[in-house]
């Protein structure tokens, strides 16, 4: 069986663009707390994802729907509503993390498909299972920290889908459970979708460098003429083999899986995902086409193409410019 392309879309533009480059399915969220990238300027609608529904399957593609946050104690409504509305507008699956509402979705819509986001953290198959059997999740997202080998060894006993990540930013943390920016600002992507949000940001100068900083703490500093990269708490500058200091969680290259396409072939994986929701459409235009390409091309012949990773991700430098600010 070919793997099946997993695509990001942060806007109706973005999603057409990811179904129009290969995409076989492509996942978004509501323009609420119910997801976890709910950044100002992205997102659907409900009319939005009806449309967008409609769009990728009279394309024969998939709309998986991420209400991936933890429901606040004492007001479930907008959870429920969301999983009520992604059923009744079409979607193809729902990705849930909360246990809660994994029962309220089986219970409430047994004829939806429940996928089980990454924000879970089942990296065993013991939780793939448990999963499976108390909610009938019949695909599950593993966290990125996971070898080949780990991967093997759980699709080998569950009889789950798997899906894995391939492409985009790593995360430091552990899955997104993001406390840090919940401790720094109140707000954090598990509860409210919020990842160091920009109301709690500033920049500060000090002689000839600029501090930024997120509520009371400082993330970084810059020297003058430099760049400076917004503040998000878990991603500092590092210095790796030898290179200069840099954001290398943040940069939309970190992730790269594309040479082991054979290895996850045999580990038995079913589903390529690519970062990026928060991205623009031409990046997702240029990372999808190309992912489609190498693909296309692995099950031609069972090998992977060489890849120009500053060609596919051209279209994301425009973007990465909307998460920095200059200073001169």
């Known amino acids: 069986m070919a793997f099946e392309l997993i695509c990001p879309a942060g806007t109706p533009a973005a999603l057409r663009a990811a179904v129009d480059a290969g995409a076989d399915a492509v996942y978004c969220g509501f323009r609420d707390e119910t997801n976890a990238r709910n950044f100002p300027g992205l997102n659907f609608s409900r009319e939005e994802l009806g449309e967008a529904v409609r769009y990728a399957h009279a394309r024969d593609r998939k709309v998986f729907v991420a ?14 509503k969301a999983v009520d509305d992604a059923a009744r507008l079409g979607a193809d699956a729902v990705i849930l993390a909360d246990l809660g509402l994994l029962d309220y979705a089986a219970r409430r ?81 598990n509860k409210q979708g919020v990842c160091s949000p920009a109301s709690h940001v500033r920049y500060e100068p000090r002689g000839s460098e600029l501090i930024s900083r997120l509520g009371d703490f400082t993330i970084n500093v810059f020297g003058a003429d430099e760049p400076a990269g917004y503040p998000t708490l878990c991603k500092g500058r590092f210095a790796a083999q030898g290179a200069d200091a840099g954001y290398l969680f943040e940069e939309p290259t970190s992730l790269n899986a594309l040479q082991l396409l054979p290895e996850l072939k045999k580990a038995g994986v079913h589903a390529l995902k690519i970062e990026g929701r928060q ?22 012949n069972g090998t992977v193409p060489n890849v120009d990773l500053d060609a596919m991700v051209e279209g994301a430098r425009e973007t990465a410019g909307a998460y920095q600010k200059s200073w001169r």
């Open 67 to 80: 209400i991936n946050t933890y429901p606040t104690a004492g007001n479930l409504a907008p959870w429920h």
């Open 109 to 189: 819509h047994p004829n939806l498909r429940l996928h089980l986001s990454v924000q879970a953290s089942a990296a065993n198959a013991e939780a793939v299972t448990l999963f499976r059997d108390a909610f009938g999740v019949q695909r599950v997202v593993l966290p990125r920290v996971l070898t080949v080998a780990d991967i093997k060894g759980l699709t080998a006993t569950t009889g789950v889908e798997v899906e894995v990540f391939v492409f985009g930013g790593l995360c430091p943390m552990a899955e997104g459970r993001c406390s840090l920016s919940s401790y720094a600002t109140g707000l954090s992507p």
């Open 279 to 300: 991205r623009g459409k031409a990046y997702i235009a240029s990372v999808v086409q190309t992912y489609r390409k190498a693909l296309d091309a692995f099950e031609r």
